[in-house]
């Protein structure tokens, strides 16, 4: 079931990624950070006030490092995202379930197991055969950039697995999360003109970003929480896939054999996953 929350969440935000594309045709990318984060800001409010929890934390230094760590990620991706080609800058950005299994074993002392390896590296050359990407010799700083927005999502989903493992409900988690999100948005959207009027088209838009965003935010979080991280890490590769079909069905997009392999490749790495995650991990050596 923990599987599924995380395939949801791919979804949701392969939908989010489709409002985005749609959205920055009219507003600049601070602006659709900044309504990513407030929007999503707005829902989890309205939740937590719902379910009867405070707003407040006690783990506020988890909630703040889940914070920083996942909007400037965000922030590393959009600026890959304007300096790279599209494919190149989501390769990037999908490298986050790599850093996790390293996080797990340089900060954790645990050990995924060579299997759990095997299917996220599968994982990621699925993405690498369906995006294709390119990189030329004058955008290595925009490679490092986006690279290191992988590295900082991969914090992100760890304090997420960790603020889960203390009792934080995932709709605080979310809240904070978006609290920041839309802080840095704010800021960004300020310092490149402001926010501008909006149409009904470009106001459903922008809700559309915050709404998808805010509840895959929320499935991911229940997925981290109650589910193993490196196969909740693996799922997220499925956002490719989601992506690349909305892709076809909206924009006539043409999908070659490749990137049909890729996705088969994406498909048996989720399956690798989800059989070998079900052995108990090898116990670490003691000295």
Known sequence: MQSLWMIAASLLFACMGVCVKLGSAHLATGE???YRGFVGFV????????????????HWRMQLSRGFSGTISLMCYFFALGVLPLATAVTLSYTSPLFVALLLILWFGERPGRGAFAAIALG?????????????????????????GGMLASIAYINVRE????????????????????LFGLGWAMLSGGLHPMDARTLAIVLGVGGFGGFAQLAMTRAYRYG??????????????????????????????????????????????????RRPAPALESD
């Not at 829902?43 to 006690?58: D, S, V």
């Not at 990621?124 to 925009?142: C, E, H, R, S, Y």
Request: proline residues 5%.
């Open 163 to 182: 603020l889960g493992r203390v009792g934080e409900p995932e709709a605080r988690t979310v809240l904070w999360f978006s609290f920041v999100t839309s």
């Open 228 to 277: 193993k991280t490196v196969v909740s890490a693996n799922l997220s590769y499925s956002t490719v896939i989601f992506s690349s079909l909305f892709g076809v069905a909206l924009w006539d997009e043409r999908l070659p054999w490749a990137s049909l392999l890729g996705i088969a490749t994406i498909i048996a790495s989720g399956v690798l996953i989800s059989v070998v995650s």
């Open 32 to 34: 659709l950070v900044f």
């Open 124 to 148: 990621f050359a699925g993405v690498v055969m369906l995006l294709k990407p390119t990189l030329q010799p004058d955008q290595w700083f925009g490679a490092l950039v986006g690279m290191t």
């Open 43 to 58: 829902m989890m409010l309205a939740l937590i006030r719902w379910q009867g929890i405070p707003w407040r934390t006690p």
